[in-house]
């Protein structure tokens, strides 16, 4: 009984009997005090296995660099992410990690077949493309899915007529007084525009020679209506638009630079601003247009006007309805519309990107203002590790 309890009090270890007991054990020794050492050491444990249990009181730890108690904690630094967005006068508000070249063409025949089966097998995982049935040799397998691919493209083509009609519908119901134009119906009417272009040679080379429409996919995307792309031939032509503006802001900087800096505290750059060193071509691949080597540059400057007067009604239309209803494609859509890279950026950065955007075009809202934002993102190259 005295050993149980004596067991319980030290296991215990807060616990100490006010009464002076003296124990004899073999599973627990006493620590010899310097003052007064034992008269008779304790025998040693019969099971040399199990070491004696040793209650010490561990030395105290300090740290060399550990503040005194009633200073107040360092707060973190402030990074670039949790910084607030504001309105910066030469500097886009974040950063980000060293961005490098993702996509590669291909060099031979048998990559592109290899990237053709890939475009196929993703397309078939995503439901738009039935896959062959169970069983299939190669020669059936191979007519099925080219007859799969030419009812992609028959849908495709239904899809740009049809967008015809609710487009055609859309501006009649505006031009009458009706419900106000949506962002949604805006962008829409804008990528049908551009698709109607494009029907008649797509249609012509669909019925001609099917075979080189991966091809255009990866040298000539802008060929293609949106409606005719597979998802990951979607996903690797604006790896080679962001590829291509990196590019842009690594061989052109310097030239940007320039003219950010000779707007000063105006803020605007005028398209008669983009002349010459090649400004045209720049501009263009940093919005993501075409950059044709054949183009003059007043094509290029008339593109470039047409695009940023669309960016110019949808940054009033995103104003008005706010960013919350946007889903993940649209917000880089969007960017890739206004020259940011959204590449390593997430979520949340992307929405403080385009935030803040709008707020610098909010009481100068001109397409000089936006061409002087335009220049601004390519003439950083240090945020994007070129």
């Not at 007991?21 to 620590?31: A, D, E, G, K, S």
Request: aromatic share 4%; charged share 25%.
């Amino acid at each position: 009984m005295i050993r149980s309890r004596a067991c319980g009090h030290l296991a215990n270890g807060y616990y100490f009997s006010p009464r002076p007991v003296l124990i004899l054990t073999r599973r627990v020794q006493t620590q010899p005090t310097q003052d007064k050492p034992p008269k008779t050491p304790l025998p040693p444990p019969k099971d040399p296995r199990k070491q004696p249990l040793q209650l010490r009181p561990g030395p105290l730890k300090t740290l060399k660099d550990s503040p005194p108690k009633n200073a107040a904690p360092k707060q973190p630094p402030a990074t670039p992410k949790d910084a607030p967005v504001t309105l910066p006068p030469n500097t886009p508000p974040l950063t980000r990690p060293t961005l490098t070249v993702k996509t590669v063409d291909p060099v031979s025949i048998r990559d592109l077949k290899e990237m053709t089966v890939r475009d196929i097998a993703d397309a078939e995982s995503h439901g738009i493309l039935t896959p062959p049935p169970p069983g299939a040799g190669f020669a059936k397998s191979t007519l099925h899915k080219m007859i799969q691919i030419g009812k992609f493209y028959f849908r495709g083509v239904k899809l740009i007529y049809t967008r015809w009609g609710i487009a055609r519908d859309i501006k009649a119901r505006v031009a009458a007084g009706g419900a106000p134009l949506q962002r949604w119906e805006h962008s829409m009417m804008h990528t049908q525009s551009a698709d109607v272009k494009r029907l008649v040679p797509f249609v012509i080379i669909a019925l001609i020679l099917e075979e080189v429409i991966p091809l255009i996919a990866m040298w000539a995307p802008g060929m293609l209506p949106t409606t005719c792309i597979l998802p990951s031939q979607r996903e690797r032509i604006q790896e080679k638009h962001t590829d291509k503006a990196l590019e842009i802001v690594a061989s052109h900087g310097d030239t940007l630079r320039a003219l950010v800096r000779a707007a000063g505290d105006r803020g605007e750059i005028p398209f008669g601003g983009l002349s010459g060193s090649g400004l045209p071509k720049a501009i263009c691949g940093l919005l993501r247009l075409s950059t044709r080597r054949l183009d003059l540059d007043l094509l290029r400057r008339r593109r470039i006007h047409h695009h940023l007067t669309f960016v110019q009604q949808d940054d009033a239309l995103l104003l008005q309805e706010g960013l919350e209803g946007l889903s993940p494609l649209d917000l880089v859509q969007a960017l890739n519309d206004r020259a940011i890279i959204s590449r390593g950026l997430d979520h949340k950065q992307q929405i403080q990107q385009l935030t803040w955007w709008l707020k610098s075009i909010r009481e100068n809202d001109t397409l000089a203002r936006r061409i002087y934002l335009v220049c601004l993102m390519g003439s950083h190259g240090e945020i994007y590790g070129v």
